[in-house]
């Protein structure tokens, strides 16, 4: 396509399209990228420029784009059915996703319940847990714990629980006022302490709340093993752990937000299982319908749901979004854990993530990085001494190069979907190393 009609593209979208996470007049200096088509890892535009996505479409991704046999498994699902409401009608897709789920849990949480996005998940998981606490004589407890650095969605539930300033500070006057206590992100070791320790210190924290506040506390919301958005904070899964017998301890629901690490994202399929613990609540989305359609879910265990069965229609969960349980959405999920079981995924990616990390050595040893951390599928690193606008600088210039990575300030981070080849894992460690080298000095 003509250099002019992809300039139109991006004129008619900045002229019409709102778009997220983002300051609109940077546009007049930073490139949109309209995107014509997708293969794989990769994402071209109009002018047949690609662009390997390396953040997985902001964590989404996980088998390609145009992956053959989602779209099979969508066209097969079209001509059945798109939709039906789920009140008072159920259909195969919703039926079996949420069996395969609660399987997938060892039949922990047996019981799930559906919305479009991360944020509405973490909505209902709050909702869920204050009236579950009510309906069992409880009504006190209507605080929530939340860590350092958290981040759980932007909707107004879900960003009280959430921590990163930019996102908050400008909406402080509409939020729940919430607790918050220490990050357990092993960055924070001092001298001779390892990460373990750094977890008993925030577990310690977490004691410290409970014990002052429990008889108000319904619930600690928590995203295991990595913080994602608050620039991939990594931690040992021994604080879960932890958080778990404190929580049971204190009658504290836990709710784990798995909503980025979910789905293999760090090596197992939900990230709680390296800690052996499972939560009261777990909040899934993003990977779960491959990339392809928005689709959240909250599973929970038996104990919550029975604490709403009841004949009085007050004390049911009365939440619903009118796409609740989308068949289509479903189709896509169930279609991913099939290709999850198939081709043996977890235990493939073990050896794409020891190529990826071994290929990343001379960013490891960088003289200009630090913190270097891997866990499963997430990369991270964080620069140091980068001049001002590197996050905007890298992302350029990756661009030029047929990256797609947005670093969060000075931390790079890698999340690539899991079908990279060893030729693609080899050129995305030279073009981060390439673009770094180009990007950390003004
Ligand atoms: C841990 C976590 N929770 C919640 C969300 C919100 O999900 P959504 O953007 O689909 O509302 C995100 C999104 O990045 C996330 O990383």
Same mark, same amino acid.
């Given at each position: ?337 099939? =290709?999850? *079981?198939? #081709?043996? +995924?977890?235990? &493939?990616?073990?050896?794409?993530? $020891?190529?990826? !990390? @071994? ?18 599928? =997430?990369? *991270?690193? #964080?620069? +140091?001494?980068? &001049?001002?606008?590197?996050?905007? $600088?890298?992302? !350029? @210039? ?45």
């Amino acid at each position: 396509m003509e250099v002019n009609q992809q300039n139109d593209w991006v004129a008619r979208s900045l002229k019409s399209v709102w778009h997220p996470c983002t300051q609109m007049q940077h546009h007049e200096t930073v490139p949109l990228i309209p995107v014509s088509h997708g293969r794989g890892v990769w994402l071209y535009d109009h002018q047949g420029n690609r662009y390997l996505d390396a953040i997985s479409s902001w964590w989404v991704n996980l088998f390609g784009h145009a992956n053959p046999r989602i779209n099979a498994a969508l066209r097969e699902q079209l001509d059945m059915l798109e939709h039906a409401m789920l009140a008072g009608f159920t259909h195969e897709p919703v039926i079996q996703l949420s069996e395969r789920l609660a399987a997938l849990t060892q039949h922990n949480l047996g019981h799930a319940f559906y919305a479009s996005d991360g944020a509405s998940a973490v909505e209902i998981a709050l909702k869920m847990s204050f009236h579950a606490w009510r309906n069992m004589g409880q009504g006190d407890k209507q605080e929530f714990v939340c860590l350092k650095g958290s981040y759980h969605g932007e909707t107004i539930g879900a960003l009280a629980v959430t921590d990163v300033a930019l996102f908050k500070d400008a909406y402080g006057p509409l939020l729940r006022a919430t607790q918050t206590v220490m990050s357990p992100d092993a960055r924070q070791a001092d001298e001779g302490e390892t990460a373990a320790d750094v977890a008993r210190r925030a577990a310690a924290d977490v004691e410290r709340m409970f014990t002052e506040r429990a008889g108000k506390i319904a619930a600690i919301i928590i995203e295991p093993l990595v913080q994602c958005a608050t620039g991939m904070a990594m931690h040992d899964p021994l604080y879960l752990k932890l958080v778990r017998e404190l929580c049971d301890k204190h009658g504290v629901h836990l709710i784990l937000d798995e909503i980025a690490v979910g789905c293999g994202r760090t090596g197992t399929f939900f990230a709680c299982e390296q800690a052996g613990i499972w939560p009261d609540f777990l909040c899934l989305s993003k990977g779960i319908s491959g990339g392809y359609l928005p689709l959240s879910i909250v599973l929970s265990r038996d104990e919550i749901y029975q604490a709403f069965y009841d004949a009085d229609v007050t004390r049911g969960f009365l939440h619903s979004h009118s796409y609740t349980g989308n068949p289509l959405a479903c189709r896509a999920a169930l279609a991913t854990l099939d =290709i999850f *079981a198939e #081709d043996h +995924v977890l235990e &493939a990616n073990k050896a794409r993530s $020891r190529k990826l !990390t @071994e290929a990343l050595a001379p960013l490891a040893s960088h003289e200009n990085t630090e913190n270097f951390r891997n866990r499963g599928m =997430i990369w *991270a690193f #964080d620069a +140091v001494g980068a &001049a001002p606008g590197f996050s905007r $600088r890298f992302f !350029t @210039e990756g661009t030029k190069q047929e990256l797609l990575l947005r670093p969060i300030g000075n931390t790079v981070y890698l999340m690539p979907p899991y079908i990279l080849s060893d030729e693609e894992i080899d050129g995305l460690a030279a073009r981060t190393l390439s673009v770094f080298e180009k990007t950390r000095v003004g």
